[in-house]
């Protein structure tokens, strides 16, 4: 049947194989790592912990699986913190630059492994002073500041589950993380910087701390200089803390299942998914994909990803892979364009940025913005791009390519999730031949498939995308929720973790996301996704960026709604956009109507809510709107809408 799968329209045939330069220095060239994990990956996977971990306590079992719940390196003990901290400065690295830190204003700090290891010591005698143990839960609310880090890697040391929720949330949604997990402490901060002023935390936290019974002490660092009320008792100053905690704090072994962290994800519907992950299997995971995705050379690398520590993103390739690699990393507290649109590629020349990784949605900003932002600075020093959070159409891949890559940096386009822990499909950049737009393949020791609606494997052409055997940085499941977690994620495909996405294969064997699987529109009993006509319009050199969504239609369906904003200075009319989508992808896929707008609908992560473009397609109430980064840029599509319905 038409509607059993969805459809690969897309057709993209150029290749880019890594250059002999590139493949004379880089970790994996060829496929022997491939091999090793195909034969037996069980074993694959525990050689990755042996070599890349360090244990205090040797595993009995590398895998226990009883399907849907896993557990790794059953028996083994280690700490986070020592992992990420002590066995560095240990071996004599103490000295080398773990962050390079620039706040917004200008104000920077450079902080070595020693003085962050020190730093850390303290405040998790800070915590422990404050009463928190092994297994309890530490929420963290914080601007891109190196307190956030220290806070995490001090919850590791200690043994406290942490919870961080994104600088950018409101105070429900913070109550919300904060009740769930019964958190004991919070740390947030008075303020942080965003787009050239201060952003106040603290009040926030105080709204939320207001029906968060479980909350016994707030700790706050000061940052933003903004007037905060401090309650006596309960919140206390980092810096006050940290004058009076002792210096020294050894790691404690913790067992290789101890609860790291929980992550919150929002759910289709409900409340939020406290998404679990444990020490050793996450540890093994992101070190080992930091180190071959990025083909770090930690001794002369200096790596930055520009996501925020509120994601997963942040938790996975800021804190915990970069730093037990021994990475040198940038971290910036502010937005891409304070004081200035370049402001990223000014941080990339003054650090010699090597390793640089961020969002399709930044890269089709940066687009919107124009090249001579980047021509202002010397890149030279970039060997590795990569792209996170979203299928990167092929267009916005070729202007990175071309404008930031120079025409000789690999890209490493990956794909994973808050659930995954780490990345599961990417090239590896000195082994694997890209194109724009394709993930590639699974990482070696990751089983994927795609599969159709009635779980058939297919080998060509488009469906579903399922893992077929566990991995070491999986969830361990949804806190306090265990058939939340079997029904949400292994019951659609029996056997197969479904992670919500579609995808293809093209006849080279190349994966293509599609996008969730909610993001694709039923038109004429055709499943279309929006990823291909967005990558369609974005093809066309006058859009910078485009989203798309399915809006009920009595004749089709469903009717394909575009939202579209222009490159500066550029002008389209709206049959030439539509033929141009069907010149791309066929006449099925061209947009009943297009919204010229200058701006879309963005989380403060920068992805697009579809949902709310929905919302607005269809006339409807909007829905929750707090989590977006400019709420006017809806009302001014409602506006367009409702003038384009009486025209």
Request: proline share 5%; with cysteine; aromatic share 10%.
């Amino acid at each position: 049947m038409a509607d059993e799968t969805i459809e690969a329209l897309l057709l993209e045939q150029r290749k880019f194989p890594p250059s002999e330069a590139f493949k004379s220095r880089a970790h994996v060239v060829g496929t022997h790592l491939y091999d090793e994990a195909a034969q037996d990956y069980e074993a694959f996977w525990a050689r990755q912990a042996d070599e890349l971990v360090s244990w205090s306590r040797p595993w009995g079992t590398v895998c226990e699986w009883n399907l849907p719940f896993s557990k790794w390196f059953v028996g083994g003990q280690l700490n986070v913190a020592y992992n990420c901290l002590d066995r560095h400065v240990e071996a004599g690295r103490g000295g080398k630059v773990a962050i390079h830190w620039e706040g917004e204003p200008g104000d920077t700090r450079t902080i070595t492994y020693a003085e962050l290891l020190a730093e850390v010591e303290r405040f998790s005698n800070a915590l422990k002073d404050l009463g928190v143990g092994r297994g309890d839960r530490v929420n963290i609310y914080l601007p891109m500041i190196p307190e956030a880090v220290v806070a995490m890697l001090s919850c590791a040391r200690i043994g406290a589950a942490h919870s961080v929720v994104f600088g950018g949330f409101s105070s429900q949604a913070l109550a919300d993380r904060i009740n769930d997990a019964s958190a004991k402490v919070l740390i947030t901060a008075d303020g942080g910087w965003r787009r050239g002023e201060v952003f106040p935390l603290k009040p926030q936290a105080d709204e939320a701390l207001a029906s968060t019974p479980s909350i016994e002490h707030v700790v706050v660092v000061k940052r933003g200089g903004n007037t905060v009320d401090m309650k006596s008792g309960r919140d206390h100053w980092y810096h006050d803390l940290m004058a009076n905690a002792s210096a020294k704090c050894p790691a404690e072994p913790m067992d290789s299942e101890q609860l790291l962290f929980l992550l919150y994800t929002s759910g289709t519907t409900g409340k939020p998914k406290g998404i679990m992950h444990t020490t050793g299997g996450y540890l093994t995971h992101v070190t080992y994909t930091h180190k071959y995705v990025f083909d770090l050379h930690a001794d002369t690398d200096v790596y930055w990803c520009t996501a925020d520590v509120g994601w997963v993103t942040g938790h996975s390739y800021i804190v915990y892979g970069p730093l037990s690699n021994g990475a040198t990393q940038v971290i910036y507290e502010g937005v891409p364009n304070h004081p200035g649109n370049d402001r990223l590629w000014s941080i990339v020349e003054k650090y010699k940025v090597t390793i640089f990784y961020t969002a399709p949605t930044a890269i089709r900003t940066f687009m919107k913005w124009g090249t001579q932002e980047p021509a202002k600075h010397d890149l030279s020093s970039l060997r590795v791009i990569g792209s996170v959070g979203e299928p990167i159409n092929p267009e916005a891949w070729m202007w990175y390519h071309e404008h930031i890559g120079r025409g000789n940096c690999p890209i490493v386009d990956t794909w994973w999730q808050t659930e995954t822990g780490g990345i599961m499909i990417s090239p590896l950049p000195g082994a694997t031949t890209t194109k724009p737009g394709s993930a590639t393949f699974p990482l070696p020791g990751v089983g994927a498939e795609v599969v159709d609606e009635n779980g058939k494997v297919v080998t060509k052409g488009g469906g579903y995308l399922t893992l077929t055997h566990p991995w070491p940085g999986m969830l361990r499941g949804i806190w306090g929720d265990p058939e939340r977690y079997k029904e949400t994620y292994w019951s659609r495909f029996p056997g197969r973790y479904f992670a919500g996405d579609g995808a293809k294969l093209d006849d080279d064997g190349y994966l293509w996301l599609l996008g969730r699987v909610d993001d694709v529109m039923n038109v004429s009993g055709h499943r279309i996704s929006t990823t291909e006509v967005e990558s369609a319009l974005v093809s066309h050199p006058s859009v910078a960026e485009a989203a798309v969504v399915g809006a009920n239609d009595a004749t089709t369906g469903q009717a394909i709604i575009a939202y579209v904003t222009l490159r500066g200075g550029a002008q389209v009319n709206e049959s030439d956009l539509r033929n141009h989508v069907a010149k791309e992808i066929g006449a099925i896929a061209k947009p009943k109507t297009i919204y010229f707008t200058p701006d879309l609908p963005k989380t403060r992560s920068g992805k697009i809510m579809r949902r709310l473009l929905r919302d607005v397609a269809e006339g409807r109430n909007l829905g929750d709107t707090t989590t977006l980064a400019d709420a006017s840029v809806v009302t001014e599509l409602q506006q367009r809408a409702a003038q384009s319905s009486e025209d």
